[in-house]
């Protein structure tokens, strides 16, 4: 057993070593905006829609969880928008069997959702509690899943962190949290491992170090400027490669799994391709933001570029080692090659310039980078204050990826557009222009040899969007937050994500003008059913308030009369 451990193990590092030595030059002249392709995926390609614990679960307090930064970040007023919090969000802890009936209506192959680490393990650690309660929930879920044909892709860590091992370790700014997830990991491999094949360990780490410990706009809202990030980043990453190896020297000979980790990155497209000072700006964006993460893991060490670029701040300020942290020699080796394949998540594009921020403004990430974000303000921009729709850029990002990491196994795990919060109308026409886009621009990489498998719309329900609260709706199911069951309502995009589906792409121009005709009209229905909850609103009132008030006052309207009737007979 140990010596076929060894030769998998090895061929595994072969393979991507192969990977590696593949790995070729980006061409930032090439034109890749080009106009609609029509045609298919190849068989098998894999379509889904994500969530996430935190943002969908609700019952925050129920059945015996522990509390989360989350939690205790929302729960503190001025940190989220409108003081909302996702306590009750979506109430998907008890709306299971209504939500895999919708995704049964979208004909989903996959549904990516995160584990809540404190649902499981209320005090952090798997020496204290395992709370069989929240273990069931996620066994319910994920039996009914498969019993449905609707493959579970699961997230280990969607920033919902035990709030116990924040305040009692720093949270990760403590090279502790490794063994801790760890374990936390360990735990669900032997509870869930037997039906989840694709795990992934951790979700956006980018915004777990720099909007958790360097901004502070996240939980656990700590501003530890220029190295907060740096040190938590550095902890994320060890902690995906010991789950990795965890995985790999104790579970994937049995349960034949793959564990990756999911990535979030805008694109950066030099502002002249010609100018190598914005090229290089457009590299450096790169590298700082996937590249610090995904460069250790395909290349075994932080990019040469943070390295330098942070190294000359540091010591232009007086310090006496850089304040990004340093692989030792063995880590370097045990970090490289830890990953089966790599999850990608994406959502708009900015242009980038050569920018130098003098060492004396202080500390900061985003200083150290050197370089400005701009955006065309002829970019569709659906209302929100980051997200503009680029889909050229989605087909620059992925054979960006190609190129710098030779051509990894890869699946979208997040890509999808907002509306406003008070926009009710379900024909969300925007969302459905946003889906075809950059599902064909996804399609063109394909057909350029990016390895692509499979596509995760995000998000399969309106929900609680971070510091943000309830204000971006990136649902394809429009949620009635107003309403205390959350009843769900499907807009226009669902109809026509169906029909992609479906189809496995876009066969036609003509079957493609069909499928918006279709959704919008299935919309019309949809927008009545929501013109119509004011008054289920009033009819729930009148039932759960009039109804029983009338029948306390007969009550004791009928005692009156008795007792008028007694006297008298007295």
Same mark, same amino acid.
């Given at each position: ?67 989360? =930064? ?36 979208? #004909? ?24 069989? #309660? ?67 360990? &951790? ?10 410990? !360097? ?93 330098? /670029? =942070? ?35 994406? &959502? ?56 710098? /990491? ?34 064909? !621009? ?54 026509? /994500? ?73």
């Amino acid at each position: 057993m140990m010596l076929r451990r060894e030769t998998l193990r090895l061929c595994h590092t072969f393979t991507l070593l192969m990977c590696m030595s593949a790995s070729e030059d980006f061409d930032w002249t090439k034109n890749h905006r080009t106009s609609f392709y029509f045609g298919t995926f190849p068989t098998g390609f894999s379509w889904g829609a994500g969530s996430s614990a935190y943002q969908t679960e609700g019952a925050w307090n129920t059945d015996g969880k522990g509390m989360s =930064i989350w939690d205790v970040f929302s729960h503190r007023k001025g940190n989220i928008l409108s003081n909302e919090t996702g306590d009750f969000s979506c109430e998907s802890y008890h709306k299971v069997k209504d939500d895999i009936g919708l995704m049964r209506e979208l #004909k989903l192959n996959h549904y990516r959702f995160s584990i809540s680490w404190p649902r499981i393990l209320p005090r952090g650690t798997i020496s204290e509690h395992v709370n069989e #309660k929240g273990i069931q929930f996620y066994n319910d879920l994920i039996n009914k899943l498969l019993d449905n044909k609707i493959t579970p892709m699961v997230t280990l860590y969607h920033w919902d962190l035990p709030q116990v091992l924040q305040e009692k370790y720093g949270g990760w700014q403590n090279v502790s949290m490794v063994d801790y997830f760890n374990d936390f990991a360990s735990l669900c491999f032997e509870r869930f491992g037997d039906r989840v094949k694709h795990w992934m360990t &951790f979700n956006n780490p980018w915004s777990v170090a720099v909007e958790g410990y !360097e901004t502070g706009e996240h939980a656990p809202g700590l501003k530890l400027k220029g190295t907060g990030a740096y040190r938590a980043a550095h902890h994320l990453i060890k902690a995906h490669a010991k789950v990795w190896h965890t995985y790999d020297t104790k579970w994937k000979s049995k349960q034949k799994g793959l564990v990756g980790i999911s990535l979030t990155a805008d694109w950066g497209e030099p502002v002249d391709t010609s100018n190598q000072g914005d090229i290089r700006a457009a590299e450096r964006y790169f590298q700082f933001y996937l590249g610090w993460f995904a460069g250790p893991l395909f290349h075994g060490d932080y990019p040469q570029v943070m390295k330098e /670029y =942070i190294g000359r701040k540091s010591g232009q300020q007086g310090l006496g080692a850089s304040r990004l942290p340093v692989f030792s020699a063995q880590e370097k080796t045990y970090i490289r090659g830890a990953c089966d394949f790599l999850g990608l998540g994406h &959502f708009t594009t900015r242009y980038i310039t050569q920018k130098n921020y003098p060492s004396g403004l202080g500390d900061s990430y985003f200083a150290d980078r050197d370089l400005a974000e701009l955006v065309d303000p002829k970019w569709p921009d659906p209302g929100s204050e980051w997200l503009y729709s680029v889909p050229w850029g989605f087909r620059r990002f992925l054979n960006y990826v190609k190129s710098e /990491y030779g051509n990894p196994m890869i699946y979208v795990t997040e890509n999808g557009v907002p509306e406003k919060k008070y926009c009710t109308d379900l024909c969300d026409a925007w969302r459905m222009q946003y889906y075809k886009d950059y599902i064909n !621009e996804m399609l063109k990489a394909v057909r350029d040899g990016v390895n692509v498998k499979g596509y995760t719309a995000w998000s399969l329900l309106d929900s609680f969007e971070w510091d943000e609260g309830y204000s971006q709706r990136f649902g394809l199911f429009f949620v009635d937050f107003s309403n205390k069951n959350k009843p769900r309502y499907p807009k226009a995009s669902v109809q026509f /994500y169906k029909r992609i589906i479906s189809s496995n792409g876009f066969p036609n121009q003509r079957e493609m003008e069909s499928w918006k005709r279709k959704a919008e009209e299935a919309c019309f229905s949809s927008n009545q059913l929501l013109a119509a909850d004011p008054l289920r609103g009033h009819m729930e009132m009148v039932s759960e308030i009039v109804v029983p008030t009338v029948c306390t006052l007969c009550v004791l309207l009928s005692a009156i009369f008795f007792m008028f009737l007694l006297r008298r007979r007295l």
